[in-house]
């Protein structure tokens, strides 16, 4: 039986055009999706009075079937019958015969494929979002754990100031608590049913969308057939939110790349989470953060192909919107892949505080606090910038740092710089005298964290429901 082929088409597809397109071998995975869609439908027609109880009734107990077929891995698609909703309806008529021909009675694939896209976005978000959860929790526990490390911050890649590790941690956590907002927004957007739109005008029949979305458990219909049919910005608007998380989970990934180098070994990737090399004996690589990194090109290229994609549509539905599945399956596969790994390298890896105390030892980020301290005395800022770089210009010279830099020296290059001063530019001191609410004191980080401990709970049983 060949379904979308009538009598205006008498030849039959050739076959190299038939794999061309076809999408079954890629939207398979919306199976259960659209026999969910499928029930609501049938059973809105009967209850409309459309059609038969008992005829609804066959069509349920068949569609269960199929259903259970899919789930045991029994079933396979089928090149004839070109997409998962016409192999659904295919396998359907194997099982209850003619009765079948009654279920897509006031429906279009156009308001079911867009149907089925919104059910399965709904449930990858909720699953998205716990796994983001999970992220953010466990950037808190190495907050929590982390709280005695002080590291030399950077700006332009060079050391700039010593900050609170937990503080760089909670960096990321704050751009990942804005990325799940924007999820959880998403998700309301999303949450809204097309079908009932038919081709694109609506129906003849007197259908309800409004008892479809509500057995659906969706919240809202469309408010307009045309755009319910031609709407893909929920998933453009997926794909933009994955490319922003994902530009934040490469930018950790990034430095975790470059902390765990031999140059910083600021820290240790767990075995768990390196890799080895098949050559060089000595190398841990962190294969991980370095595909975390490399698969946000491709998240970032998912969604500029299907903004492409859509940019020169004319209304209603499209073939080339057919493309928009590949896209969004691909993202969705990558951030559930990365959303699992990354926490947990996370939790595992290892500070290596006997390297970040030598580091910061050897380092000038102290410079901006001796030249506050020369202001201090009446020096304007310009000059003291002035000073203190000239010191540091000498100091790289010699080999040597803050700490143990020769007093009697010092008098005589910069007789303005008290020498009892450098006992005030150890790293503690410097980070405890950043009292901003927003910044790196000790105190500050740890109401920081507790806040975002406040955060974690009240998410906690939202992030996790349905998951
Ligand atoms: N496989 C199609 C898609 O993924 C389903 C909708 C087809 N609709 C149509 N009128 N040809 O978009």
């Not at 295919?90 to 494929?113: C, F, K, M, Y």
């Not at 530019?425 to 790196?440: F, N």
């Amino acid at each position: 039986m060949d379904m979308a082929r009538g009598p205006r088409l008498t030849m039959k597809l050739d076959e190299k055009a038939a794999h061309f397109t076809a999408s079954v071998f890629f939207d398979w995975r919306l199976l259960p999706f659209d026999i969910q869609g499928s029930i609501a439908h049938v059973t809105m027609l009967s209850e409309q009075g459309i059609i038969k109880t008992d005829d609804a009734h066959t069509i349920i107990t068949g569609l269960k079937q199929v259903l259970e077929e899919w789930q045991a891995g029994q079933l396979s698609p089928r090149l004839e019958w070109e997409d998962v909703h016409m192999n659904v309806e295919g396998r359907l008529n194997e099982i209850i015969g003619p009765v079948s021909g009654i279920l897509h009675t006031a429906r279009s694939r156009n308001d079911q494929v867009a149907l089925d896209m919104h059910l399965y976005m709904l449930d990858a978000g909720l699953r998205l979002k716990a796994l983001l959860y999970d992220m953010i929790a466990a950037l808190v526990d190495r907050a929590h754990e982390d709280l005695d490390v002080i590291i030399p911050g950077y700006t332009h890649m060079q050391a700039a100031q010593p900050v609170l590790l937990s503080h760089h941690w909670m960096a990321y956590k704050s751009m990942f608590v804005r990325d799940y907002a924007r999820l959880e927004e998403w998700y309301e957007r999303t949450n809204c049913s097309p079908l009932g739109a038919g081709a694109l005008t609506g129906t003849p029949y007197p259908t309800r969308p409004e008892r479809t979305q509500e057995l659906l458990g969706l919240k809202v219909v469309y408010d307009n057939s045309i755009d319910a049919v031609s709407d893909r910005d929920f998933l453009m608007e997926f794909l933009s939110w994955a490319s922003l998380t994902m530009v934040h989970m490469s930018r950790l990934a990034e430095e975790l790349v470059l902390w765990s180098t031999q140059e910083f070994g600021y820290i240790r990737i767990a075995d768990e989470y390196s890799t080895g090399s098949s050559i060089m004996p000595q190398k841990r690589n962190p294969d991980v953060a370095e595909l975390t990194r490399g698969k946000t090109g491709r998240v970032i290229g998912r969604m500029q192909g299907l903004f492409t994609t859509m940019k020169g549509l004319p209304l209603a539905y499209d073939s080339d919107m057919q493309e928009d599945k590949e896209a969004v399956f691909d993202v969705v596969d990558t951030l559930d892949g990365i959303l699992t790994v990354v926490p947990a390298m996370l939790r595992t890896l290892r500070v290596q505080r006997e390297r970040i105390l030598k580091r910061l030892g050897n380092d000038y980020t102290a410079a901006t606090d001796l030249a506050d301290l020369l202001v201090a005395k009446g020096m304007t800022f310009r000059e003291a910038h002035h000073l203190v770089g000239k010191i540091v210009g000498f100091l790289e010279g010699l080999g040597k740092g803050f700490h143990d830099v020769d007093r009697d020296w010092l008098k005589d290059v910069a007789p303005a710089i008290d020498p009892q001063w450098l006992q005030h530019l150890r790293p503690a001191e410097l980070v405890a005298k950043r009292q901003q609410s927003m910044a790196t004191a000790p105190q500050r980080v740890k109401e920081q964290i507790d806040a975002a401990k406040i955060w974690l709970s009240r998410h906690k049983e939202s992030a996790t429901e349905n998951a």
